[in-house]
């Protein structure tokens, strides 16, 4: 079996009004492209910024902070 690509997306925390509106629309509608057009070899995980995993991610949070990085971060982790 092949390795799976690990992407990570950090956003900011959204209250939409339905599905169609969302980050995780977003992220599903992503996946679904790069698996047809791939195959199945992503990993792809929505992160919301605040939530309990995301102070996990030490480094991601920091940068956020310090604004070295803007929201919605896209990573790979290994």
């Known amino acids: 079996m092949e ?3 690990d992407i990570k997306i950090f956003v900011m ?12 629309y977003a ?5 679904k492209k790069l698996r047809d057009r791939l195959g199945d070899i992503f990993d792809m995980r929505l992160i919301e910024i ?3 995993e995301s102070f996990s ?4 949070m ?5 604004e070295k990085f803007q929201t919605p971060v896209v990573t790979t982790w290994s």
Do not use: M, N, R, T
Not at 16 to 22: L, R, V
Not at 27 to 31: K, N
């Open 50 to 52: 605040f939530s309990a």
């Open 27 to 31: 992220v599903d509608l992503v996946s």
């Open 62 to 66: 920091e940068g956020i902070q310090q």
């Open 3 to 5: 390795k799976k690509f």
């Open 13 to 24: 925390p959204a209250g939409a009004c339905s599905y169609e509106k969302s980050w995780q």
């Open 57 to 60: 991610y030490k480094e991601i």
